[in-house]
């Protein structure tokens, strides 16, 4: 218990029923409980209902009274400051306490930084309803998967990256987690299988969303292979040709990008707001291609590098996978592999991408990256690893 420390925020906070009248601004609840990491400067924010913050960035806060700042993934570009109201995550905060049980004395935690939109979620979320939050932030991940078991941790947000950590960790068992939330990036299948292991009593329930957007879809454990799941209650979805540019309306969504990031991957149009991701609906269901920004054409064939990664990643000896685009000069673009994992596998892999994708899509070389190069998120470093591998 010496990874824990404890700090009570009872005391004379504010609350009220929770259930009955939500707050349009982010507050502590009366029985909320931050245990873990202290978190100094979000229980300052919150003791002052609708005061504006930011997580992460630098500059002059552009907020006002009940909108707070924080920060976009940056997996393909910058990290860029974004502005939203309370109100759009507490509309979010009173689905979740009614449709998965998050409330006060449920366990809940978060094991990234607070300048990472899905820990800050969870976070102020565990907090506005009066659950008791388990910062784990800063923990190797043996110590995060030791201390949710020591504490009994029951509600889990996390991406596929380090729920990957806690798994290669190893460890006890996690009986009392009965629900992980998987939002960030797509959960591969051998993934989810492993965090089956690790906690078997767990639901795991991924969804999709950006920090631009929050929630978009929320899928079932029944919910078709490949697909992010059906609309989040509250959310429209158009995906604007076949499969085409996915549209959202909601009441989840942001309010625009501040600090000087005026320009970002999202676009408006009537209410309705895409960040240029690709996918298709299908029997109420979406399923996603990738973003466009990453899009190449190969050969004349449009490719996106997300679905050769999540083939990748079903491989064996396969445990990250990243697919670039390099100049070529009979076809414009080839793709290339950069892997973690088992080069002894690397025949074998290849075989395998050309069987399922063709000569073509199939990108021609696998480099291996031990040292996977990431960003504060967790996601992979795209940038990184394209200056990495060169032209």
Known sequence: MNALRYLDMGAGASGGDIFGQMKAVFQVAARARCLGRPLPGLVAALSKPGQ?????????????????????????????????????????????AQMLGIGPGRRVAVLGALEQSLALY??????????????????????????????????????????????????????????????????????????????????IREFYGAAETSFVTLAHPSDPAGSVGGPYPGVQIECRG?????????????????GGDGTGAARWQDGWLSVGEIGRMEGGHLYLSGRAGRMVTV????????????????????????????????????LVAVLQGDPAQEEAILAGLRGQLGPLKAPKKLIWQQDWLVLASGKTDLAALARLVGP
């Open 52 to 96: 504006p913050f930011r997580t992460g960035g630098a500059g002059a806060l552009e907020a006002g009274f009940g909108e707070f700042e924080t920060l976009t993934s940056g997996s393909s570009a910058q990290p860029r400051h974004i502005r939203r109201t309370m109100e759009s995550w507490i509309a979010s905060f009173v689905v979740n």
């Open 122 to 203: 969870g976070a102020v979320e565990a907090l506005h309803l009066g659950a008791d939050l388990y910062a784990l932030m800063g923990l190797r991940p043996d110590r995060q998967r030791a201390a949710m078991g020591q504490v009994g941790v029951e509600v889990l947000y996390a991406s596929p990256a380090q729920l990957r950590l806690l798994v290669e960790a190893g460890g006890t068992e996690l009986p009392g987690l009965a629900l992980v939330l998987v939002g960030g990036s797509k959960l591969d299948d051998g993934l989810r299988a492993a965090v089956g292991l690790m906690a078997p009593g767990a639901e």
């Open 242 to 258: 076949d499969p085409g540019e996915v549209w959202v309306s909601s009441p989840y969504l942001f309010g625009g990008y501040a």
């Open 299 to 334: 050969a004349d064939q449009n490719v996106f590098p997300e679905q050769i990664e999540a083939l990748l990643m079903s491989m064996a000896g396969v445990r990250q996978a990243a697919v670039l685009p390099r100049a070529d000069p009979l076809r414009s673009v080839h």
